[in-house]
C-alpha cells in the first residue's frame, strides 16, 4: 500500500516556459500534502504545505506566484513551476499525508534550459 | 523550532564491517524522528521511525537506530554493510504526532561501502 506517482519523472523545458508536475496518491487519500525541492548533493527543503480545498501555504522565500500549488482532491496534488529559469532546475518531490504516516513520490526532475 | 544534525557528510565503511551514520536532533516537544535513504535520481525510501516505545528501533534491510534523550541522538546502526547500501542517508524530525507538520531534514550523508 501506500503508492505515490509523479509525473512526469523528468522534464527538460526552456526558459520562460511553465511546467506542470503532478502528484497522485494511488491508494490512500490525503488532505495535506507537501512540496519539497532537492538541489543537488542537497537536503530536502520545504516549499510549501497544502490542504485539499484550500489555498497553500509557502516557505519563507519560496515565491507563491512562481510555484503555483492546487490540491483539488485527496488524491492529486499539482505543483505548477511558471515563467521557469535555470536556477529553478531541481528535484521536486511531493509528499500526501494522510494521518500519522509520511509518505513521498518518486520525485521530479526539472531541467531549465 | 526544530532541527536535526548529520555531523558527516560522508561515512566510508568495508563490507561486512558495522556502520553508523549519526544524527543529532533538537525540538521543544517530543520528537518523532525518521530516517529515509535515498539513491540517486529517486525518491526517499523509509527506513524506519521512532515515535515512542523501545528505544532501540528495528527497521528495512537490517537497518536499525537507537534514540538516545539524554544525548538527543537518533543514530542509524547495521550490523554488517552491504556494497548495496551505498546511498545518501537523511535523518528527520517531526514535533509531535500531527502530521499536519512537514518533515524537518537534516542536511544528509552519503554512505559509500566497499568490497
Known amino acids: 500500500g501506500a503508492v505515490v506517482s509523479q509525473h512526469p519523472s523528468w522534464v527538460i523545458c526552456k526558459s520562460g516556459t511553465s511546467v506542470k508536475i503532478e502528484c497522485r496518491s494511488l491508494d490512500f487519500q490525503a488532505t495535506t500534502m507537501f512540496w519539497y525541492r532537492q538541489f543537488p548533493k542537497q537536503s530536502l527543503m520545504l516549499m510549501a504545505t497544502?490542504?485539499?480545498?484550500?489555498?497553500?501555504?509557502?516557505e519563507q522565500g519560496v515565491e507563491k506566484d512562481k510555484f503555483l500549488i492546487n490540491h483539488a482532491s485527496l488524491t492529486l496534488s499539482t505543483l505548477t513551476v511558471t515563467s521557469a529559469h535555470p536556477e529553478d532546475s531541481s528535484f521536486y518531490i511531493c509528499?500526501?499525508?494522510?494521518?500519522?504516516?509520511?509518505?513521498f513520490g518518486p520525485g521530479t526532475r526539472l531541467t531549465v534550459t | 523550532a526544530q532541527s536535526v544534525a548529520q555531523p558527516e557528510d560522508q561515512v566510508n565503511v568495508a563490507e561486512g564491517n558495522p556502520l553508523t551514520v549519526k544524527c543529532t536532533y533538537s525540538v521543544s516537544g517530543n520528537p518523532y524522528l525518521f530516517w529515509y535513504v535515498q539513491y540517486p535520481n529517486r525518491g526517499l525510501q523509509f527506513l524506519l521511525k521512532?515515535?515512542?516505545?523501545?528505544?532501540l528501533v528495528k527497521g528495512s534491510y537490517g537497518f536499525e537506530a537507537e534514540f538516545n534523550k539524554s544525548q538527543t541522538s537518533f543514530h542509524l546502526k547495521k550490523p554488517s554493510a552491504l556494497v548495496s547500501d551505498s546511498a545518501l542517508y537523511f535523518c528527520?524530525?517531526?514535533?509531535?504526532?500531527?502530521?499536519?507538520?512537514?518533515?524537518?531534514f537534516g542536511k544528509g550523508t552519503s554512505l559509500l561501502v566497499t568490497p
Open positions: 521512532y515515535i515512542t516505545g523501545d528505544n
Open positions: 509528499s500526501p499525508n494522510p494521518g500519522n504516516e509520511q509518505y
Open positions: 528527520a524530525v517531526r514535533e509531535g504526532s500531527n502530521s499536519g507538520y512537514a518533515l524537518n
Open positions: 497544502s490542504n485539499e480545498g484550500s489555498k497553500a501555504t509557502y
